[in-house]
Structure formats: C-alpha cells, structure tokens
C-alpha cells in the first residue's frame, strides 16, 4: 500500500510503499522509462490501421459489387423468362388457326385474336441488338438479343407460312436474353388449345 508523504519545506514529495518500507521519490515514477506510447509508435499504429482499412475497403467494395451486378443480371433474366411464359400463355388462347384470327405471323411479329376476341401482338422492336419484346405497345422484356418465333404443322417439322395459316399447330418462341457477359437462351413450344 503506498502513501505519500509530502512536508511543506520539502521541495519534493516521497511515496512511501509499506508493504517494503521504501520510499520513491515521485519524479522516478514519471522517468522516460514509464509505460506509455512515444509519437512514433502512434504514427505507426495509424499508419498499418490505414493500410488494414484500405485493404477491408477494397474486398468489401468487390464484394458489393459482384452483389450488384449478380442482381441485375438475374432481373434482366427474370424479366426475360416472364416475358416468354406470358407470350406462351396467351398463344395458347388463339381463337381460331384462320388468317381472321391470325393477321400477322412472321419471325418477330405475332398478331392475332384470342377466344375473348381481343387483338394482342407479340413483336420484337429496334433496328439492332439489344432489342425490346413488346405486347400490344407495352414492353414486356429489355435487353433481349434475339426472338424469333417459328410456327409448325401437328407434325412438328413441317414450317407453316402465312399462306397455310389452317396447318399451324405449333408455335415456337426462341428468345435470347443478354446482360454484359451473361447471356440466357430459352426455348419454349406452344400448342393453341382451340386447334
């Protein structure tokens, strides 16, 4: 147990530790020697602080952005599939195989009227890649490198053109949708059910 002890004539002050008898003068307990931290040991300490940071920073910052563009690549292709699956949905309500019912039938333009009698057409817009998959002037997908629809008689082989519209019983939707380096083909064949 220490004590100080301190007269008024002295012009420095003991501490006396009991437990040995001794007495330290108090300067001594403030000698270069103390524990503590010199200038330069904090500059150093920042400066690998800063290094460790940096170096924290930069993986994390890649991590992000591998996240980010993971999420945009599987929202373009997400897009792309729901794009295909309501083009199939709603080809399998043609109303009838007549060129009445079915007024434009090429490679990247569906037109036609469904068992309600709406007019609904599937087309792919823009001059070159990457282009839009519209319905009825509404975009239905982004991003979209290639469509083409194919149409096919029962036999699955034989191509049906415009002129024997009466002899389509498939219709097949190639899409090929691309964000960056990434790219997702999808292939789906639809059979009307009024056929």
């Given at each position: 147990m220490r004590s100080a002890i301190c007269g008024v004539q002295n012009t420095e002050c003991k501490i006396q530790n009991s437990e040995y008898g001794m007495t330290t003068p108090e300067f001594e307990l403030l000698a270069p020697n103390?524990?503590?931290f010199t200038l330069i040991e904090i500059v150093i300490t920042i400066v690998l602080v800063s290094i460790?940071?940096?170096l924290a920073a930069v993986i994390i910052l890649q991590g992000v952005k591998a996240y980010s563009a993971e999420q945009i690549r599987s929202d373009v292709h997400y897009q792309a599939k729901l794009a295909v699956e309501r083009m199939a949905r709603e080809i399998r309500t043609i109303r009838s195989a007549t060129a009445a019912d079915i007024t434009t039938m090429t490679a990247t333009n569906l037109q036609f009227n469904n068992i309600s009698g709406n007019n609904i057409q599937f087309q792919r817009s823009g001059a070159s890649a990457p282009y839009t998959l519209l319905r009825n002037a509404d975009v239905l997908a982004t991003h979209?490198?290639?469509m083409t629809l194919s149409y096919f008689a029962n036999d699955?082989?034989?191509v049906v053109t415009s002129g024997t519209v009466a002899n389509l019983w498939f219709v097949?939707?190639?899409v090929t949708d691309q964000q960056?380096?990434?790219s997702l083909?999808?292939?789906t064949r639809v059979h009307p059910r009024n056929f």
């Open positions: 103390s524990k503590g460790l940071s940096g979209v490198q290639s699955g082989t034989t097949v939707i190639d960056g380096s990434d083909q999808i292939r």
